[in-house]
């Protein structure tokens, strides 16, 4: 197995959404051991604890978009912060809600263009999150970081996207809650979409088969952006955003094993652990395994968990 030099950047964003709780999200998992499970795996690990949103002017109670003006700092910082990070190694952001990948992804593309390379992203999540603040009706920005980093208007305010990810780019896997006027603005895109119907049908290995053979053609560096949401709520209840029938705990260890043998992992997102909803820290545990085994993790290594 190849060792990584793995940078641990804790991004304890809160303001993508109403509900309160994923700030505490870089702590849990560092309770759970990520640190200490990526070395055990033979890596370099080091964590570079918090990152800090930009300084910004404080938001009106109850205006929409939900914490706009806070949301722009935490993309301006977590943007530079990941142009830096993954040119010392492969960054794992450990969130925070998924309004933190505006930032995250945007760095990484900057990054990817400084070495001529295309950027591509695996966007495993129950949601597109393809609004603009202009089309949400909920006013939460964690629902809108694909529109950001892809290049899509409405975005004033925000950091210009110096190089957005093109279409053909962004693959979605895991998909149940997508509403009209997100679906409406993907079907005339070429962003790779696989829902959970067709992952029922024809299993989760062939669309992620099929697009990492592109990322690996094309010579490009990856991305994985991994939301709680994507996996099943029995399995992983600490999310604010529950949706049944996700992925299950052998598809996602599937995905992760996968990417791990392609090779073309670059960078990571563990996003919308909230801490407060969980029970005796399993879920923060599972995001752990999952990110151990996109790091070479075997079947025949893993701890029998107990939870007594």
Not at 89 to 95: K, N, R, S, W
Not at 164 to 182: F, H, K, T, W, Y
Not at 214 to 224: C, E, S
Request: aromatic share 6%.
């Amino acid at each position: 197995m190849t060792q990584r030099n793995c940078l641990l950047v804790g991004a304890p964003v809160d303001s993508g959404k109403q509900r309160h709780g994923c700030l505490m999200g870089p702590d849990a998992y560092r309770t759970a051991g990520l640190a200490e499970t990526l070395t055990d795996l033979g890596h370099n690990v080091r964590d570079i604890g918090n990152i800090a949103p930009a300084p910004y002017v404080a938001d009106d109670a109850g205006s929409l978009p939900h914490a706009l003006n806070e949301t722009i700092a935490w993309t301006q910082a977590l943007t530079e912060a990941a142009q830096a990070t993954v040119a010392d190694g492969l960054p794992i952001f450990m969130g925070g809600d998924h309004s933190l990948s505006a930032g995250t992804v945007a760095g990484v593309a900057n990054f990817a263009s400084s070495q001529d390379r295309p950027l591509f992203v695996l966007w495993l999540d129950a949601h597109t999150d393809y609004h603009t603040p202009h089309s949400t009706d909920s006013g939460n920005l964690h629902g809108t970081p694909v529109a950001y980093f892809s290049g899509r208007d409405g975005f004033d305010g925000f950091p210009p996207v110096q190089n957005p990810v093109p279409q053909d780019n962004i693959c979605m896997i895991g998909l149940r809650s997508v509403d009209a006027a997100e679906r409406l603005s993907l079907q005339s895109t070429a962003i790779r979409t696989h829902d959970m119907r067709e992952i029922d049908e024809n299993g989760i290995a062939r669309p992620l088969a099929a697009f990492l053979a592109h990322v690996a053609d094309q010579n490009g560096l990856l991305h994985v952006s991994l939301d709680v949401d994507f996996l099943d709520p029995s399995v992983a209840p600490a999310v604010g955003t529950t949706v049944p029938g996700g992925a299950t705990v052998r598809e996602a260890h599937l995905v992760m094993e996968m990417l791990h043998d392609s090779g073309l992992l670059t960078s990571m997102d563990l996003v919308e652990l909230n801490p407060f909803l969980d029970e005796r820290g399993r879920t923060a545990k599972l995001m752990v395994d999952l990110a151990a085994s996109a790091l070479g993790r075997r079947v025949f290594d893993r701890p029998t968990r107990s939870f007594t």
